[in-house]
Nanobody, 120 residues
Framework: QVQLVESGGGLVQAGGSLRLSCAAS????????MGWYRQAPGKQRELVAT???????NYADSVKGRFTISRENAKNTVYLQMNSLKPEDTAVYLC??????????????WGQGTQVTVSS
């Protein structure tokens, strides 16, 4: 059973920083792209950042220059360093990964989410 487990959320003041982590566990063949999404109350889920297996990153315009996504393939882990946080960054942050199972069938997996709250 493949699982994505996030950690690192919490409460921070505006201008502060947080680092999110997401580790994939279980039996699988490989991990392709990984990423972070967020969903605020009453809003649709939105892309925050994605990163390819080779390290190419893509960011939402709203977080460019403030957030950095990275990954450690050997640890099956993706990170999101969030700096200069704003109250509008408040949301549940969800990890996503494209994972090939032991039959090499690629599927989309989601973590359970971690709450990030930025106070003004």
């Amino acid at each position: 059973q493949v699982q994505l487990v996030e950690s690192g959320g919490g409460l921070v003041q505006a201008g502060g920083s947080l680092r999110l982590s997401c580790a994939a566990s279980g039996s699988f063949f490989s991990i392709n792209a990984m990423g972070w999404y967020r969903q605020a109350p009453g809003k649709q889920r939105e892309l925050v950042a994605t990163i390819s297996r080779g390290g190419s990153a893509n960011y939402a315009d709203s977080v460019k220059g403030r957030f950095t996504i990275s990954r450690e393939n050997a640890k099956n882990t993706v990170y999101l360093q969030m700096n200069s946080l704003k109250p509008e960054d408040t949301a549940v942050y969800l990890c996503n990964a494209e994972i090939a199972d032991l039959l090499a069938i690629m599927r989309d997996y989601w973590g359970q989410g971690t709450q990030v709250t930025v106070s003004s």
